[in-house]
């Protein structure tokens, strides 16, 4: 199958494509929608079928190198899921056949700091968690909602999204890039930020 038609079908919702590469290959560019789930022997064939089965939906499998796709798919065809199509050639080619490619920026906490002027921050913690403090300026935008706030947000703005440890904040910025906003993810989260001793605002 090739990358367009890979693309066409993720883009009518008839496919989800998972992304088996590591997150900073990830982030580095990927497949527009497509859900990060870095390869490994123990956890991720049971989470991938177990998610597949509640979403009753076909899944392609992207990544860029042959022999982890192949331990992917035996994996997964333990439990009786088989892709519906596999793509082992990374980004580059997928590019050169016409597949868009999206990316996300992973942003230290120094570089935030020092840069804070240059983005608009989204904070996507759960409103408990705010009452340890929020970066001066940030929007609060649980990540569940951050859908249904797309109409507020400025495509001609720089994103900075950040949680608690940089999960959830990973997921928010490729979902906002995946929307074609410019997007970041904020490494190591308000954890690093508290505990470097930066501004916050109290809740």
């Known amino acids: 199958m090739t990358a367009a038609e890979i693309q066409r079908l993720a883009s009518d919702g008839e496919v989800q494509i998972i992304d088996v590469r590591p997150v900073p290959s990830y982030s580095g560019g990927h497949a527009p929608g497509a859900l ?6 123990q956890t991720w064939a049971p989470a991938v079928a177990q998610w597949a089965g509640r979403n009753a939906v076909a899944v392609v499998l992207f990544g860029d190198n042959a022999v982890i796709m192949d331990a992917a798919q035996k994996a997964l065809a333990e439990r009786r899921v088989i892709p519906r199509a596999v793509w082992s050639q990374g980004t580059e080619v997928w590019r050169q056949e016409g597949g868009i490619v999206v990316a996300i920026r992973q942003i230290t906490v120094e570089e935030l700091h020092r840069e804070l002027a240059d983005h608009v921050v989204i904070d996507v913690r759960e409103p408990y968690e705010w009452r340890s403090g929020i970066i001066p300026g940030a929007l609060k935008i649980p990540l569940g909602q951050l859908r249904e ?4 947000l400025d495509p001609h703005h720089t994103y900075a999204v950040v949680c608690a440890h940089g999960s959830r904040s990973q997921a928010g910025a490729s979902f906002l890039a995946d929307q074609g906003y410019t997007a970041g993810s904020v490494v190591g989260g308000m954890a690093i ?3 470097s001793g930066y501004p916050v605002d109290q809740d």
């Open 193 to 195: 930020w508290l505990s």
């Open 149 to 152: 706030h797309l109409q507020e």
């Open 36 to 41: 990060s789930a870095p390869f490994n022997r």
